[in-house]
């Protein structure tokens, strides 16, 4: 069986400056601006959370895609989509901003929701994941299956945040995971734990509520 083919959207990883080592060689950490912001150059420091959207996921049906993705997507979700707003006080122009992106999956006791997973993505990024996600939305609704390619997988990713479209033999779907991403683009889409899919025909709503958390970050970062 040949292996997927993957058409991934990537940007540049933006360094904080003020991160840096002792010979000014940035340092590892955290994979975003945000993160290392926060844990290093804010203090004392306000962090607000805004909250955008929160989207609800119907169970579907995958009869041709392996068991795992299949029993996962059989489930209902919820996808909650926050700006992160971090800033020291007194400092106007000293501040930070990111995408938050949580899944939800009922935990079977009482209704309530359980925390699958949660990802950020810096703020500046943003404004392309939205389009990214419009574009994938459009290209899997229009693209006919190829009967010579076994899988297909669209995916943008950045910081701890990863949305992508997976088609296997004809029948699509759209996921969204959260965690650590050299771990995540080694795996195959449904070999990852922290993974909500999503119905091709939802992602344009998945796009408007990126666009508005896109829109939130301009305005905060305005002010």
């Not at 933006?14 to 000014?24: E, K, M, Q």
């Not at 938050?100 to 935990?107: A, H």
């Not at 950020?120 to 943003?126: H, K, N, Q, R, S």
Request: hydrophobic share 45%; proline share 9%; net charge neutral.
């Amino acid at each position: 069986m040949r292996g997927p083919v993957t058409l991934a959207l990537t940007l540049p990883l933006v360094l904080a400056p003020a991160i840096a080592g002792a010979n000014g060689d940035p340092v590892g950490g955290p994979p975003t601006v945000f993160e290392r912001f926060v844990l290093s150059a804010c203090t004392p420091c306000v962090r607000e959370t805004h909250a955008i959207a929160s989207l609800p996921i119907a169970p579907m049906a995958l009869p041709g895609f392996p068991r795992t993705a299949a029993s996962a997507a059989a489930r209902p979700g919820e996808i909650a989509i926050d700006v992160q707003h971090a800033y020291q006080p007194g400092r106007p122009d000293w501040r930070s901003l990111a995408l938050r992106v949580t899944l939800l999956v009922p935990s079977g006791v009482g209704g309530d929701l359980f925390r699958l997973g949660s990802g950020l993505l810096d703020g500046t990024d943003v404004r392309p994941l939205a389009q990214a996600v419009g574009d994938m939305a459009r290209l899997s609704a229009q693209a006919p299956a190829d009967a010579r390619v076994d899988s297909v997988d669209m995916d943008f990713h950045g910081g701890t945040v990863r949305i992508g479209v997976v088609r296997i033999r004809g029948d699509a779907v759209g996921y969204v995971q959260t965690g650590d991403l050299p771990i995540l683009l080694q795996r195959a889409v449904w070999e990852v734990p922290t993974t909500l899919y999503v119905p091709v025909k939802d992602l344009p709503a998945v796009a408007a509520a990126l666009g508005q958390a896109a829109a939130r970050i301009e305005q905060l970062r305005a002010n």
